[in-house]
């Protein structure tokens, strides 16, 4: 009785390309097919330890300043609607809501915009004028439960009134928010940017 002879190699069974036979060294590559590089990673296949990867980033997400701009503006308009409402409602200046006006344009700006240098700076002016807007909507709202007005004949019609009430009402602490929501504005455009 004779024994099988094992092979040598890695099993066939597994493998339906094992027993094809290698490609001609002198033979061109075939055309249209790009040969990876030794050691690459191959496509469909997972990376081998030592080799890393840098996920792929699409050119346009990398730095797009005139979509970060339009995402930066939205948001400082969608903020400022909220900011005032909140400020309506309450008859309060709340100081976390101002942070988040600045959160939300800095991380629209980032997001949409990715590294340009320039957004985080154009966050910040964007969210000191969402702020502003939006206390002069919570001012208008105020002074329209006041007056027994529409928000939208005091807000539209009365304008100066709304500004003089604002600039009546505000004390240190409404500059230090708008200060504390410019800061958060830059750096989370700056950080949501490199986050690409």
């Keep these: 009785m004779s024994q099988p002879t094992p092979q040598s190699g890695p099993p066939v069974d597994a493998n339906p390309y094992a027993d094809a036979p290698a490609a001609p060294a002198d033979q061109p590559p075939v055309p249209g097919q790009a040969i990876p590089p030794q050691g690459a990673p191959q496509p469909g296949f997972p990376a081998a330890p030592g080799y890393p990867v840098a996920p792929a980033v699409p050119a346009a997400a990398r730095n797009n300043f005139p979509l970060g701009?339009?995402?930066?503006?939205?948001?400082?308009?969608?903020?400022?609607?909220?900011?005032?409402?909140?400020?309506?409602?309450?008859?309060?200046?709340?100081?976390?809501?101002?942070?988040?006006?600045?959160?939300?344009?800095?991380?629209?700006?980032?997001?949409?915009?990715?590294?340009?240098?320039?957004?985080?700076?154009?966050?910040?002016?964007?969210?000191?004028?969402?702020?502003?807007?939006?206390?002069?909507?919570?001012?208008?709202?105020?002074?329209?439960k006041q007056v027994d007005l529409s928000f939208s004949t005091v807000f539209f019609d009365h304008f100066s009134v709304v500004q003089q009430a604002w600039k009546d009402q505000a004390d240190p602490l409404t500059f230090v928010f708008f200060a504390v929501a410019a800061y958060v504005a830059f750096q989370s455009a700056r950080k949501a940017g490199h986050g690409h």
């Design 69 to 144: 701009l339009v995402a930066s503006i939205g948001a400082g308009v969608v903020s400022a609607i909220l900011y005032g409402l909140v400020i309506g409602l309450t008859k309060h200046e709340i100081g976390y809501a101002a942070v988040g006006v600045g959160f939300l344009v800095g991380i629209a700006a980032g997001r949409v915009g990715g590294r340009s240098q320039t957004l985080p700076v154009v966050s910040v002016i964007v969210s000191v004028a969402a702020i502003y807007l939006g206390q002069l909507i919570g001012e208008a709202m105020i002074g329209a």
